[in-house]
């Protein structure tokens, strides 16, 4: 199983990145997907999940109203769309599997490497 996830880079405060986690060895249907987010010295956060097959959406708080998670069944890949971007968004992203939507870390089955944002100005 491997989850790679891609899309990262620097944002200017309000702008919009769209990352992608490529799910191969597993599918969606199958599996929740989980985007979570670290900044060093802090703990990891979850951001949104989505099961595809269940069609179940949920988001953190900190991101909800501003951010859209898809799942595109066909490619394997999973899609977090991030708008309004604003500097405490800033963290690395990485996408993780589990059996059921929940941001609890030590559920998670399959984790990918991470991709970088920076939102600054």
């Known amino acids: 199983v491997q989850l790679q996830a891609s899309g990262g880079g620097l944002v200017q405060p309000g702008g919009s990145l769209r990352l992608s986690c490529a799910a191969s060895?597993?599918?969606?249907?199958?599996?929740?997907i989980v985007w979570f987010r670290q900044v060093p010295g802090d703990e990891r956060e979850g951001v949104s999940c989505i099961h595809s097959k269940e069609g179940a959406t949920h988001y953190s708080p900190s991101v909800r109203g501003r951010t859209t998670i898809v799942g595109d069944t066909v490619k394997n890949t999973v899609y977090l769309q991030m708008n309004s971007l604003k500097p405490e968004d800033t963290g690395v992203y990485s996408c993780?599997?589990?059996?059921?939507?929940?941001?609890?870390?030590?559920?998670?089955?399959?984790w990918g490497k991470g991709t970088q944002v920076t939102v600054s100005s």
């Open positions: 060895g597993l599918l969606l249907d199958d599996y929740a």
């Open positions: 993780a599997a589990t059996e059921f939507c929940t941001f609890y870390g030590g559920a998670m089955k399959y």
